[in-house]
């Protein structure tokens, strides 16, 4: 049955026909609520007159009505404990002074003396009492805000109203509306965890969700049981096939819902596409965060992924295969983020060629029609689609602290106009970690358990306000998130979540995944694998086939490449990382064997020092900067200012490009140069 609330009843008593006989039943009807009282009143009297035939001259009669009248008014005061204190004593006084009048009545008649004018004063005057009472519990100045403040008043909200409270399984929602001028929202957010202590709830099951309109109005929410308890493993991908655009669903939330977000913007849903944070303590399980992500991500048709990881692919080694590029750490890491630089303006280019404002799956496809033309006559183009990108930079915080605030906030801001979400996860959620510039280029957040006082670098303040507190979990909820992120809806960010878990189980079947990517997922587009091979040269090799079969990955053969400084398809199979010979085709000299002592002429140095960005460049350490000759430098007798100065010089003649950080260079690739 609908409830009805107070207004709502009080509209049903006034309905009803005006005649005569409706009037009459409209008088009834009203009166009927006022009436018990009265009925208190002659019931009173009438024990009196029959007491007094029964007992008027009993003296053990006098001493058990006594007796009985304190009883009856003690009993009501311990029985009335529960309620407000002005009706446990309205309550007691009307039952004492109701059990003395028939006492009194029985024994003495009660006609006696004073005792039938105390009946006719006493009764109406205690029955009226009640009857106003009633009247004045309907308060329609308050409608929806019902008066049961017992819970407020003990946290210090005692003047707010609660409203008529929705209930849904595991979940009570009540509207609270505040003193005017006297309390706002911030006072009941800062009164959740005393509401959580007198519920006797953990702190995380009571929200606030303040109105955007008002500042003294919101929703109260509590969430009594902990559905997120149990811990449910990996069900696969959510959507294999699917676009990057659609949800990726990482988990569910308290209430069953699923735990999604979305990397790409869509102007249809007002949605800007967005740059994640991973970020939780040690055990929070930020791993299983992440598997959870990228498994998603790749069994997506429309997305490449470039990662870095220099925890060497500990947990995502199965996945490894399904990566357009991979790399972990160090110099690589150097690498992949200067590419990424490379393919913003690239790829932007691309897009605005293209007429598309931002990327959305259609760019991912041939461009087949004359809306997307890059041709000037307007007819379609035909050129390749260029799918999404995803640069994950897994513990991130020397990679980015290298890069510099600047240099990472351009980056971030330009990557979203060309179609590149950032991914980035941090070992310890705090400013240490991360500078507040950089984390305010991260608009979506994935905040799991971590210290309480690295809560504010996780989550925003009007989040947390709102009830959110990873520092409750610590590492003891591992998979416990909230997600901040464009495209969910604001209410849900302070509800918790919980990502699913990854066991022995899930690796098989992520095999099989990155199988399934290397075959069916998109290649990197010619633009951007040519963007990234600029700069990595050998290092990027853009996805590889699986065993047997030929890559699809779009590479250097491309027409459209043809005057980029591309990897050579002839020279796919090598290994980066093997050792190459030590010396360059027709260099009789050994690179890294001169003789102790001898000390070679200017050059000379200068030929050895070419040698060595060659040997560099072969080697794919396309980043390089003094530290790295340190070896090569005693085995020349040469000094390392030398080498600093010859790499400046090297950058003035165009084959060093400078980086971000100051001291390190860029080879600017020359090996595989048409
Ligand atoms: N969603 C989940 N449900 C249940 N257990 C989980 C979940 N996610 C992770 N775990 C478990 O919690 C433990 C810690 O997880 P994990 O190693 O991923 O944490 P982490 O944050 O990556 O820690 P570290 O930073 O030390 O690597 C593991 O035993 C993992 O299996």
């Known amino acids: 049955m609908a409830e009805r609330n107070s207004e709502q009843q009080h509209e049903l008593h006034l309905r009803g026909s005006s005649d005569a006989g409706g009037i009459g039943k409209y008088l009834m009807h009203r009166a009927k609520p006022h009436l018990p009282p009265w009925l208190g009143v002659a019931g009173s009297g009438l024990a009196g007159a029959l007491g007094h035939l029964r007992w008027a001259d009993s003296a053990g009669a006098g001493v058990g009505l006594t007796l009985a009248s304190v009883a009856l008014t003690g009993t009501t005061w311990w029985v009335a404990r529960s309620t407000s204190a002005q009706r446990r004593l309205h309550s007691a006084i009307t039952v004492a002074a109701g059990s003395a009048w028939v006492t009194a009545a029985c024994l003495a008649g009660p006609t006696t003396g004073p005792i039938d004018d105390l009946f006719l004063m006493g009764g109406p005057g205690l029955a009226l009492s009640w009857n106003v009472r009633i009247v004045m519990r309907r308060n329609p100045d308050a409608a929806g805000e019902g008066s049961d403040s017992g819970l407020l008043e003990k946290v210090g909200l005692a003047k707010a109203k609660i409203g008529t409270a929705k209930v849904e399984p595991n979940r009570v929602t009540a509207p609270i509306a505040l003193e005017p001028g006297e309390q706002t929202n911030e006072d009941v957010a800062k009164s959740l965890a005393r509401i959580a202590s007198a519920l006797d709830l953990p702190t995380s099951a009571v929200r606030y969700l303040p109105d955007a309109g008002s500042a003294r109005r919101g929703e109260l929410v509590v969430v009594p049981e902990d559905m997120l308890e149990e811990v449910v493993e990996w069900p696969g991908p959510s959507n294999a096939g699917g676009s990057i655009a659609d949800p990726l669903v990482i988990g569910r939330y308290d209430d069953g819902a699923p735990l999604q977000l979305w990397l790409p913007g869509d102007p249809g849903a007002n949605r800007n596409s967005t740059h994640v944070l991973i970020a939780g303590g040690t055990g929070s399980g930020k791993g299983d965060t992440a598997l959870n992500l990228l ?380």
């Open 295 to 674: 498994t998603e991500i790749l069994s997506r048709k429309d997305v490449i992924v470039w990662l870095s990881d220099p925890k060497a692919f500990q947990d995502f080694a199965p996945l490894r295969p399904g990566l357009d590029w991979g790399v972990e750490g160090g110099t690589d890491t150097e690498v992949l983020v200067e590419a990424v630089k490379a393919a913003i303006p690239a790829r932007t280019r691309w897009l605005g060629d293209h007429g598309y404002r931002q990327w959305v799956p259609g760019c991912a496809q041939v461009q087949n029609s004359t809306k997307h033309t890059c041709r000037e006559d307007g007819r379609a183009c035909g050129c390749a689609g260029m799918p999404f990108l995803v640069a994950w930079m897994e513990e991130a915080a020397n990679t980015l602290r290298a890069l510099g605030d600047d240099a990472f906030t351009g980056i971030a801001q330009e990557a979203r106009s060309a179609g590149i979400a950032l991914v980035v996860s941090l070992q310890r959620p705090s400013y240490d970690q991360m500078s507040t510039s950089t984390r305010a280029s991260l608009p979506s957040v994935i905040a799991l358990g971590c210290d309480p006082r690295d809560e504010g670098f996780s989550l925003p303040d009007e989040v947390l306000a709102a009830g959110a507190h990873p520092g409750a979990w610590g590492n003891r909820r591992p998979g416990y998130c909230y997600v901040v992120s464009p495209g969910i809806d604001e209410s849900r960010y302070p509800s918790p979540g919980r990502t699913w878990r990854f066991t022995a189980r899930a690796v098989p079947v992520m095999e099989m995944l990155a199988t399934w990517t290397q075959r069916n997922g998109a290649g990197a587009d010619p633009i951007t694998a040519q963007a990234a091979s600029g700069v990595a040269g050998r290092l990027y090799t853009g996805r590889t086939a699986p065993e047997g079969e030929q890559a699809v990955t779009a590479t250097a053969e491309e027409d459209e490449m043809a005057g980029g400084m591309l990897v050579d398809p002839e020279d796919t199979d090598i290994d980066p990382d093997a050792e190459l010979p030590g010396s360059q085709p027709g260099d009789d000299a050994p690179l890294f064997g001169q003789e102790t002592g001898h000390k070679p002429s200017p050059e000379e140095a200068r030929r050895l020092f070419a040698d060595a960005l060659a040997q560099f460049e072969a080697e794919g350490r396309m980043v390089v900067g003094p530290k790295d000759f340190t070896d090569w430098c005693d085995r020349n007798n040469l000094s390392r200012p030398w080498v600093s100065a010859r790499l400046k010089e090297a950058a003035v003649e165009g084959r060093l490009e400078p980086t971000n950080t100051t001291g390190r260079w860029r080879i600017v690739p020359a090996l595989t140069a048409a």
